[in-house]
């Protein structure tokens, strides 16, 4: 009985290192071609491990073993799988590493229970639920990694590399481990502690880089939705044009009828009322940059509709900064005050704008009353709702963007946001 039980683990060991070296370098390994292939290279590694058991013996297989069983798997996946040799070669060794919990388990069991049986059965037990966990969840992940550029896949793979190499060194080519050698014993735990520093250091590096990556994307979003505003304010001038040319034809043609009538108090009265109309339809000037013009013509209107007193205080000498992303500053300040004064009664909704140059910077203040006031954390306004809260984050962060500075207060019931760049 011991003896099954003896060939059945080496042979689910086996069986277990093919499948998670499969997986982990990205073999959909439940598919009925690459079950056949998998199948093969069992077999195969199999017979190699019999005949060198039964030609040299139990200890010189364990000293062959690469040879016999995992150099023919890495061969297997680069030749057969067409995977790529670090990806199969990491694959291995990380499917080796796997191979731990499932011996310390059974070493336990051994250990308390003095039984060959239970240490066996507790190893094949823990190689099942090893193996679930490993390829259900872990090696989507990792077969993912190792699919990435070379920097990548010797980052991630060097962990499982090193202790394959110290495990053969210590424990199967030597006695060092079991000789309680402190330069073998200290090795793993040193190597472990470099590791974790340098995989800290990198990681920190590809986060920056992902961050900073979001923000441009952010920020060209930003840009983008403000360039479409300017298209949209020179449509709606252009269209008001076109109007205003359509009527002229009609004005000048009834002008000329009410002068060939003697009708001079009614054509000067025509040629009022279109004067009236052309001033309706011009557009507001608030400063001399068209790109600030255009959000604060756009926004005056819909203060207008919204019913919001728009009180503003604008002079300044120009813009030294990037005046698309200053415009966007602007652009979202104005939004959350009057996103905010919708909420508020008709007579209560006012927003303050001062806009000016001081002592060679440029100051840029929008105060607005309240309903509710707004909880701030690391000195910006935050909020639980979906789709709100990144309109304060966006402005603080283009104002860095700039090279200036942003800052969130309340300050006599109305909230403020002063921006100095």
């Not at 007193?309 to 990037?322: R, T």
Request: hydrophobic share 45%; with cysteine.
């Amino acid at each position: 009985m011991e003896e099954i039980l003896f060939y059945l683990h080496y042979a689910l060991l086996l069986l277990f290192g093919i499948l998670l070296s499969a997986a982990f370098s990205g073999i959909r390994i439940f598919e009925r071609k690459n079950l056949f292939q998998i199948g093969i290279c069992f077999a195969f590694c199999g017979l190699l491990q019999l005949w060198g058991y039964f030609s040299f013996g139990e200890e010189t297989v364990w000293r062959i073993y690469p040879l016999i069983a995992h150099f023919p798997i890495v061969f297997w996946l680069c030749v057969f799988l067409k995977k790529g040799f670090l990806t199969a070669l990491f694959s291995v060794f990380s499917a080796y590493l796997c191979c731990q919990p499932a011996n310390w388990v059974g070493l336990s069991v051994g250990f308390f229970s003095k039984s060959f049986f239970a240490e066996t059965s507790a190893q094949i037990f823990a190689l099942f639920l090893t193996g679930f966990i490993s390829i259900r969840f872990i090696a989507p992940n990792l077969s993912e990694i190792f699919q990435k550029d070379f920097k990548s896949v010797l980052i991630f793979g060097t962990v499982p590399a090193v202790y394959y190499v110290f495990d053969y060194m210590t424990g199967i080519y030597s006695n060092l481990w079991a000789e309680n050698n402190r330069i073998a014993a200290e090795f793993l735990p040193l190597f472990l502690c470099v590791v974790f520093l340098l995989f800290c250091t990198v990681y920190y590096k590809e986060y920056e880089q992902k961050a900073e990556a979001k923000q441009r994307e952010q920020l060209i979003g930003i840009v983008s939705e403000q360039r479409a505003k300017e298209i949209e304010v020179l449509n709606k001038s252009e269209k008001e044009t076109k109007i205003l040319r359509h009527d002229m034809r009609h004005l000048l043609s009834n002008v000329a009828v009410c002068l060939d009538n003697n009708e001079n108090e009614k054509a000067k009265e025509l040629i009022s009322a279109y004067v009236q109309k052309i001033d309706r339809t011009k557009p507001l000037r608030f400063c001399e940059n068209e790109t600030l013009n255009c959000v604060l013509a756009d926004f005056s209107a819909k203060c207008e509709l919204f019913s919001v007193d728009f009180y503003h205080n604008i002079a300044f000498e120009k813009i030294e900064c990037d005046e698309i992303i200053f415009a966007s500053i602007l652009s979202n300040a104005l939004e959350n005050a009057l996103n905010e004064q919708k909420k508020l009664l008709g007579s209560e909704r006012n927003i303050h704008l001062l806009l000016k140059t001081v002592d060679g910077k440029l100051l840029l203040s929008v105060k607005n009353p309240f309903k509710n006031p707004p909880v701030f954390s690391e000195g910006i306004p935050v909020t639980d709702k979906n789709g709100h809260g990144t309109g304060c984050r966006s402005i603080r962060y283009m104002a860095e963007k700039l090279g200036g500075n942003c800052r969130f207060s309340l300050e006599n019931g109305y909230f403020s946001v002063k921006v100095i760049i």
